[in-house]
């Protein structure tokens, strides 16, 4: 399985999108500060996921959140 997923900060309540294929140890790489980008904003919460059996739609997938459609389908949609 690979997983599309957002994070929220605690800190700002702002979001985060990426895709894995290991859920938990992403996250705890987010909050242990292994990713440059989310260091700041530590820790996160898991706020939505989905899990998706082939790694490419769940890519095609994490891209169209990253977009501006996309962007307010999740803001208005997910979380």
């Keep these: 399985m690979h997983y599309v997923y957002i994070l929220q900060s605690k800190r700002d309540n702002s979001y985060y999108v990426g895709s894995t294929g290991d859920l938990q ?3 705890k790489e ?3 500060g292994g990713k ?4 700041t904003k530590r820790p996160y ?3 939505w996921y989905c899990a998706f059996k082939n790694k490419e739609r769940a890519i095609e997938f ?3 959140l990253k ?3 996309g962007f307010a389908f999740a803001r208005k949609r997910l979380v």
């Design 45 to 47: 919460v898991i706020a």
């Design 36 to 39: 440059k980008f989310t260091t």
């Design 67 to 69: 977009q501006g459609s």
């Design 30 to 32: 987010h909050n242990n």
């Design 25 to 27: 140890r992403r996250l």
């Design 62 to 64: 994490e891209k169209y």
